[in-house]
């Protein structure tokens, strides 16, 4: 079979000769030749490209695959790209780098920290696997150049990633510390692509730091000095979905005064082939179970998660709406887009001040990506605090000068933009376990606060629709077919704009994608919003997927059943607008 293309065996052969990993091209040679080359054709197929998310992919040998070969050469690019943009007469660009505890990701690290010491740049390794926002916390704290995070954040097991931060003397002000965006992303993956082969590329054998325990210590003293005294009485279960959140975690939570702490045993520990959730992400159907089941049997108050580099949360609250006491059936997760209003909520109630390191003229200012739901728009109104929208993903969300909070739907949020300058699971899920206890001493829940926020402004209710693609060559068409032929309606509103993202909408950058509106026209009762609905239809920046995100805006009306009315109308609502999008989407 292998003879059958010649062309793709040479092309195996020729990586397998300049591949760093012996067994990775072992690998490679026998699966082309002992008769399985096509099963290599993907991973010969193109490389795997360098772009503002960083790299990431299945582990396995080829260039378009997350193996210790590329990431020799997008280090050496890195380095590259450093030493043009700090310049010979200014010192080593000082670089930190971390890990995850999925599998090769120390590999991938330490390769990391070879090559950019060869590159000439100084290095620290951070001492272990630790979460992503440590590392972000540290490319601020140390004043480094840029930051390298080898994780895949959520995706399956097989996955890897290389992220990249930049900072110091590469990007000052409100990029520092910030994940890479344009211009920045070209001009490193066009020296990934000018680099050596592989095994030509030089790594250095020792010379980098390993950092020691004062820079975690830091961390940590940084997120547990956001609580000023309060309530601390909640019996809590977390798990860290077999990443490297929990201890971390479990350190802050101790540090703040919450020590009725039970850790999901099963998911406690890091483990790369994360045996108990095909998906070790907090948002996956199932996800949650073992941590509900717990949390049932032991009456705790609140389940909090993060993902495996610990750079999402997510809270379940107990809903008697939904079943009985002592039942995970009586469990309601909080969508992103909640938590995020929470937050927000929180954050302007606890101190409207604008950040450290922001110019003080700047006025406060929230954000949340143009895909999130708009209800934090309506709570900044309320504070008289500005509100943004950016562009998907948290490189342009902590971009956002005078930035005190943001979030993105994606369970993703900045509570603390002078500690770390991107999405942050451990600081925003003590934030939430903070305002969770002081709600608990009223006598009330997240689920009240969240009552209180749709009577003030509206019942508003967000949901994903997605779907998994094989071939992401169909993304334009669907585009360009709702461009061209867009519904009538949404859920029964009519639809009021059709906006094609590429043109640029907001006053943001083109990005692909389509939003549809439809707004009824005045407000609500007491100034609320009115009814309203909204769909946007984006491709996935880091998964084979095209996402759809709906909400749905319904006004409260008077009456003790006001709320109660608006919540089954926007459900019902919600349900119509999903099938309504499948069906466009189909």
């Not at 097991?157 to 990007?171: C, M, P, S």
Request: charged share 20%; hydrophobic share 45%; aromatic share 4%.
């Amino acid at each position: 079979m292998s003879a059958a293309d010649p062309a793709l065996l040479a092309a195996v052969e020729a990586w397998a000769a300049a591949d760093v990993d012996p067994d990775d091209a072992r690998e490679a040679l026998d699966a082309a030749r002992g008769g399985g080359l096509e099963t290599l054709r993907d991973a010969w197929t193109g490389s795997l490209q360098f772009g503002t998310a960083g790299l990431r992919g299945a582990m396995a040998p080829g260039p378009n695959r997350m193996n210790r070969s590329v990431v020799v050469r997008a280090a050496a690019g890195l380095g590259a790209y450093l030493r043009e943009q700090v310049g010979p007469a200014a010192g080593a660009p000082l670089v930190v780098v971390g890990h995850d505890a999925r599998h090769r990701s120390g590999v991938f690290a330490t390769d990391s920290a070879a090559v950019l010491t060869a590159a000439g740049c100084r290095v620290v390794l951070l001492p272990g696997a630790l979460p992503t926002p440590v590392l972000a916390h540290a490319v601020r704290r140390l004043g480094a150049d840029a930051g390298v995070m080898v994780t895949a954040s959520h995706n399956p097991k097989d996955d890897n990633g290389y992220k990249v931060y930049l900072g110091g003397r590469v990007a000052p002000g409100p990029g520092e510390g910030v994940q890479i965006v344009p211009p920045a992303d070209a001009g490193i993956a066009a020296r990934i692509a000018a680099a050596p082969a592989p095994v030509d590329v030089p790594r250095a054998g020792d010379g980098w730091e390993v950092a020691d325990a004062s820079l975690l210590d830091g961390y940590v003293d940084a997120v547990v000095g956001l609580l000023p005294p309060g309530p601390r009485g909640l019996r809590l279960v977390t798990t860290a979905m077999h990443g490297v959140g929990q201890p971390v975690l479990s350190r802050v939570l101790a540090g703040a005064g919450f020590t009725d702490v039970t850790p999901v045993p099963e998911q406690a520990e890091p483990d790369p082939d994360f045996p108990t959730v095909p998906f070790p992400n907090p948002e996956e159907p199932g996800a949650l179970d073992l941590a509900l089941d717990l949390a049932a049997r032991s009456g705790a108050d609140l389940v909090v998660a993060v993902d495996p580099d610990a750079d999402r949360s997510s809270v379940a609250v107990p809903d008697p709406a939904r079943g009985p006491a002592g039942s995970a059936a009586g469990w309601r997760q909080l969508t992103g887009d909640e938590v995020g209003a929470l937050l927000g909520e929180h954050v302007l109630t606890r101190s409207p001040a604008p950040v450290e390191g922001v110019d003080p003229d700047e006025p406060a200012t929230v954000a949340c990506s143009l895909v999130s739901g708009s209800l934090l728009h309506r709570v900044a109104a309320a504070h008289g605090v500005r509100s943004a929208s950016t562009l998907t993903g948290f490189k342009w969300i902590a971009r956002t000068p005078g930035l005190v909070m943001g979030y993105e739907e994606a369970i993703g949020y900045c509570v603390a933009p002078s500690v770390v300058r991107d999405k942050d699971g451990i600081s925003a899920s003590l934030l939430l376990v903070e305002l969770a206890a002081a709600e608990a001493a009223r006598g009330r829940s997240l689920l009240d606060r969240l009552d209180a926020l749709a009577l003030a402004h509206g019942v508003h209710v967000t949901a994903p629709v997605t779907l998994r693609l094989e071939d992401m060559s169909v993304v334009g068409p669907v585009l360009a077919r709702l461009l061209a032929e867009p519904p009538a309606d949404l859920a029964g509103t009519a639809v009021t704009s059709v906006e094609d993202l590429a043109a640029g909408v907001d006053g943001l950058p083109p990005t692909t994608g389509v939003r549809l509106r439809a707004v009824e026209p005045g407000a609500g009762p007491g100034g609320a919003a009115a009814r309203a609905a909204r769909v946007v239809v984006r491709p996935s920046g880091t998964e084979p997927k095209l996402k759809a995100y709906l909400e749905v805006v319904e006004p409260v009306g008077t009456g003790p059943d006001g709320l109660a009315a608006a919540r089954a109308g926007g459900g019902e609502r919600m349900a119509r607008l999903a099938d309504q999008v499948r069906a466009l989407l189909a």
